[in-house]
């Protein structure tokens, strides 16, 4: 069954311990202008701040690799990996036809209700592999898809783990987590940048060793003046395509669940009235199968009378009168 807030896929120890690596890797990859040399002024000198996340720009792809192989050899299935790469297409064919022109972007509705349906390890794989694809259909490759990619992973991740609800509180949950991620999915994705901008006033701008509370006083005010209205729109488009489309695409999602049966187990059991399958080319031995056969036939030749005629199956009006 796949009643609501049921996880379809499951995972297994090891994909939870691969997700948390992944969850650590991208926490550093994106906090490190408030771990790293805060406090510290002779951190900028020494280059600390823009060197740190090169190292985390070569861990990302790696462990999200690590993560999608672990899902897909323990966690999915064969038809759990085709509704994979179907869901990804759609998703794909979403972003490419508005990449988040501002602010709309509708991608995200998309990988929440695959989450809530399949569960989160699905919701991950689908936001890694939705970024993926569109930025190579769109030639949008560049220092930023890893980021994009952890990012997008993180609001299916959360999407799986919500609470179980059904009907229209389910969709009204779903749509408030929404108009949430969207705007925590920009606020991220601007970590990715942020640091790098530089000309930027200085009350927006990154301060390499300056305490942590500073960088997050300089970079919320570089959000509300910069991507904050973007942040909106996303927020309310996917909220809104929710609630109106929601109950369609979780009923669709769910009977192609159902239909699948990801879980139901195999079996190879033969049925009760199987039959061993003939040998046609093994010896038949006629008289050992009919014994009485030869007596019929030596008491016909000592009476000197004809053998029987034998029947026929076509009908009358076919067959030859005898001459």
Not at 80 to 85: S, T
Not at 115 to 139: D, E
Not at 189 to 212: I, K, Q, R
């Amino acid at each position: 069954m796949t009643d609501a807030g049921t996880t379809v896929v499951r995972l297994r120890p090891r994909s939870v311990a691969a997700l948390a690596v992944a969850g650590l890797v991208g926490v550093l990859g994106f906090g490190w202008p408030f771990l790293t040399g805060a406090g510290d002024p002779a951190a900028a000198s020494r280059g600390a701040g823009p060197n740190a996340p090169y190292l985390f720009l070569a861990l990302l792809p790696l462990v999200i690799a690590v993560v999608l192989a672990e899902l897909t050899e323990g966690g999915m299935d064969a038809k759990a990996v085709a509704m994979l790469g179907v869901l990804a297409a759609a998703g794909t064919a979403l972003r490419a036809l508005s990449p988040g022109t501002g602010g709309f972007e509708p991608t995200l509705f998309l990988v929440i209700l695959a989450a809530r349906v399949f569960g989160a390890g699905f919701g991950f794989a689908l936001g890694s592999v939705v970024i993926l694809a569109s930025g190579l259909a769109t030639g949008g490759v560049g220092p930023w898809l890893p980021f994009q990619m952890v990012g997008l992973a993180w609001v299916g991740l959360a999407a799986g783990l919500l609470p179980r609800a059904s009907g229209r509180a389910e969709r009204v949950l779903l749509a408030g987590y929404a108009a949430v991620a969207g705007f925590a999915y920009g606020a991220v994705l601007n970590l990715s940048f942020w640091p790098f901008s530089t000309s930027l006033p200085a009350g927006m701008s990154y301060a390499a060793g300056e305490p942590v509370l500073t960088n997050l006083r300089h970079y919320a005010a570089f959000y509300v003046t910069t991507s904050f209205g973007w942040d909106c729109v996303r927020a309310v488009v996917n909220a809104v395509l929710i609630l109106i489309a929601g109950r369609v695409v979780l009923g669709t999602l769910r009977r192609a669940a159902r239909r699948a049966a990801f879980e139901a187990p195999a079996d190879f059991e033969a049925p009760a009235d199987f039959e061993a399958p003939v040998d046609f080319e093994a010896p038949v031995d006629f008289e050992a199968a009919h014994p009485e056969a030869p007596a019929q036939s030596d008491a016909l030749e000592q009476s000197g009378q004809p053998p029987p005629a034998q029947p026929t199956d076509r009908p009358a009006a076919t067959r030859w009168a005898s001459p």
